[in-house]
Antibody
Framework: EVQLVESGGGVVQPGGSLRLSCAVSGLTFSNHWMTWVRQAPGKGLECVANIKEDGSDKYILDSVKGRFTISRDNAKNSLSLHMDSLRAEDAAVYYC????????WGQGTPVAVSS | DVVMTQSPLSLPVTLGQPASISCKSSQSLVHSDGTTFLNWFQQRPGQSPRRLLYKVSNRDSGVPDRFSGSGSGTDFTLRISRVEAEDVGVYYCMQHKHWPRTFGQGTKVEI
């Protein structure tokens, strides 16, 4: 069974930083693109970042480009999202998901941005 | 960016009756190999989203056969043949042909 477990969310002040992690099991992690998706409170879904199997190709949503960095450690079956210069509009539940077609999801980790 | 437009945004349903949701994309979702990159997701209250259908009409493992998908090009439909109580939630279409991947606004299905 595929499992994705996100961690690292919390409350941060505007301008602050957070690093989200996603531990993946039940599949050959290095064979799959991975994706971060976020959902602001009461809102819809938004793909934030994607990373290729070997980390050689990445896509970052324009609104977070230059502030968010996606990375992965295939030896540890782990996906990360480093978020800098956080803004109020970045507050959301952040999910990691498998592939570019999001066939499996984690339970999400909440990020609140507040002074 | 490719805009995904769902309708309706709110769908009152009756148990045992059919329901359908429309999703239209601003650009074709057909790849040069003929594959159409359109998925449907279900998000039950308080839960993470889960994929229901991929490439328009293929059901994921464990998805009841009352869910079906159809469409081509830029026009797609999710159908529930007979709504059950567990189908309450928000349904999203998503395209994964173009960057960035984009979702529809979501359709809230309620009894």
């Amino acid at each position: 069974e595929v499992q994705l477990v996100e961690s690292g969310g919390g409350v941060v002040q505007p301008g602050g930083s957070l690093r989200l992690s996603c531990a993946v099991s039940g599949l050959t992690f290095s064979n799959h693109w991975m994706t971060w998706v976020r959902q602001a409170p009461g809102k819809g879904l938004e793909c934030v970042a994607n990373i290729k199997e070997d980390g050689s190709d990445k896509y970052i949503l324009d609104s977070v480009k230059g502030r968010f960095t996606i990375s992965r450690d295939n030896a540890k079956n782990s996906l990360s999202l480093h978020m800098d210069s956080l803004r109020a509009e970045d507050a959301a539940v952040y999910y990691c998901a498998t592939g570019l077609d999001l066939w499996a999801w984690g339970q999400g980790t909440p990020v609140a941005v507040s002074s | 960016d490719v805009v995904m437009t769902q309708s309706p945004l709110s769908l009152p349903v009756t148990l045992g009756q059919p329901a359908s949701i429309s999703c239209k994309s601003s650009q074709s979702l057909v790849h040069s190999d003929g594959t159409t990159f359109l998925n449907w997701f279900q998000q039950r209250p308080g839960q993470s989203p889960r994929r229901l259908l991929y490439k328009v009409s293929n059901r994921d493992s464990g998805v009841p056969d009352r869910f079906s998908g159809s469409g081509s090009g830029t026009d797609f439909t999710l159908r529930i043949s007979r709504v059950e109580a567990e189908d309450v939630g928000v349904y999203y279409c998503m395209q994964h042909k173009h960057w960035p991947r984009t979702f529809g606004q979501g359709t809230k299905v309620e009894i």
